[in-house]
């Protein structure tokens, strides 16, 4: 194992096509709703990584096959119609958030009794908010330690279902694992949101998977959304699975800070996924953004801007941007990001220490961060706190300055396992993910 590893600067302006694996979220809808549906589906250029893989393994243990072929990037599943064997099974998901909460309301449908666990930083991330929600739904649902974290306990009978008030201001997570689990519910469900939503986006990504495995959500008020009973996922013959955009942000990134240019196929303006967004912001940052339907072009510009961003609806990137920060003319300020000191580490402050190290000035606020750039990068060993989206981050910086060394590069086998040897590609003109 690899204990750190020093990002070398980039010879010239970056000027690449990134091919980038599947997106976690998407192969962790897929995978459910396939599991879900009557008979077998595929699901092509699929994610092969940490966290697919433990939602890949669950099912299994739940009695559900799933035929893995990574060497294809594909995964067949023999869908049993919302029913599963497994009648007391322990899931252990790592630090996998969509599979601890996905699987939390997909167990519901079961039978039997159910114990899902994780890691350590598994064990402080907090599912209280959706273990209330299935309560209502007639769930015998709790945290084994009474703290509002996993292990989770379920004792399951089927989902009854009805009206539910859920608080999703902690993870749009949440709301996602009902509403895949709802059509088999046997009242359906009304689900309707208690204060603010968090990262909207990747609910609007559920809705349109739903939508395209053949179940419809309605939505009558912002903060209701409506399922009906009886509906059922059909089986798909091919489902193909979007580059990841969240991982797209790094290379954006690297276009940004470099002066290059990057164009990345398979995500565009046709996406299903929220963080394409990124690509919005480093055009406010100053950067030339081209589009199509199923592609985005990146160029950065010779001097980059300093922002005033709520970055809510698209949290996952907020790190990239905070590292794009460090080579901005002015302060950066990124807003409304409390929720992500729930993530795989406590963001915000992780953030805050790391970007300190290379020199920059920073102010930590309760819901995000301002960051002043430095006159010049000081080289430092980057601490990752076993978060791979801090080792994908801050990498990006060492494509601009040298020095940049980052700690248990490992880390980022939770979605990106070949991150690496991808930015070494895209800074030598040949990505190829």
Not at 252 to 259: R, Y
Not at 306 to 329: C, E, K, Q, R
Request: aromatic letters at 6%.
């Amino acid at each position: 194992m690899i204990e750190r590893i020093t990002i070398e600067p980039a010879a010239r302006p970056i000027d690449a096509v990134v091919r980038l694996p599947g997106s976690k979220s998407i192969t962790n809808r897929a995978l459910v709703m396939a599991a879900l549906a009557e008979g077998e589906s595929a699901i092509t250029c699929a994610l092969f990584s940490d966290d697919t893989r433990y939602m890949a393994a669950a099912l299994a243990t739940l009695g559900i096959v799933v035929d893995a072929d990574e060497a294809a990037e594909s995964m067949r599943v023999q869908g049993l119609g919302g029913v599963f064997p497994a009648r007391s099974v322990d899931l252990f998901v790592g630090n996998a958030g969509t599979a601890m909460r996905f699987l939390t309301a997909f167990v519901a449908l079961g039978r039997g009794e159910f114990c899902l666990d994780g890691v350590t930083r598994m064990r402080q991330r907090p599912i209280a908010d959706l273990l209330s929600a299935l309560r209502q739904a007639g769930v015998d649902v709790r945290c084994r330690n009474n703290d509002d974290c996993p292990p989770v306990d379920v004792r399951a009978d089927g989902l009854r279902g009805g009206n539910v008030m859920l608080d999703a201001g902690v993870s749009s997570q949440y709301l996602s694992a009902l509403l895949m689990v709802a059509p088999y519910a046997r009242e359906g469900m009304r689900i309707e949101l208690v204060g603010k939503l968090v990262s909207e986006p990747y609910v609007r990504m559920t809705t349109g998977m739903m939508a395209q495995w053949g179940v419809s959500t309605d939505q009558p008020a912002p903060n209701v959304y409506c399922v009906a009973p009886g509906q059922r996922y059909r089986a798909m013959r091919e489902y193909r699975v979007e580059p990841d955009a969240s991982s797209a942000s790094y290379f954006m990134a690297a276009a940004a800070v470099t002066g290059g240019r990057v164009r990345i196929p398979g995500i565009g303006t046709a996406s299903l996924q929220g963080d394409v967004a990124f690509a919005d912001v480093l055009e406010q940052a100053g950067c030339h953004v081209e589009r199509g339907p199923d592609w985005v072009e990146v160029r950065g510009p010779e001097r980059l801007r300093g922002l005033d961003i709520d970055m809510n609806a698209i949290s996952d990137t907020a790190m990239t941007l905070a590292v794009v920060a460090l080579f901005a003319d002015g302060p950066t300020r990124i807003r409304n990001v409390a929720h992500v000191r729930q993530k795989e580490s406590d963001r915000v402050s992780a953030l805050a220490a790391e970007l300190r190290k290379l020199g920059a000035g920073v102010e930590e606020q309760p819901d995000g961060l301002t960051i002043d750039p430095p006159a010049a990068i000081r080289p430092a060993a980057v601490k990752t706190y076993d978060d791979h989206r801090m080792a994908m981050s801050f990498a990006v910086a060492g494509l601009r300055a040298p020095g940049v060394t980052i700690c248990d590069p490992a880390c980022v086998a939770k979605t990106f396992p070949g991150y690496f040897r991808a930015l070494r590609d895209c800074a030598q003109g040949t990505a190829r993910a």
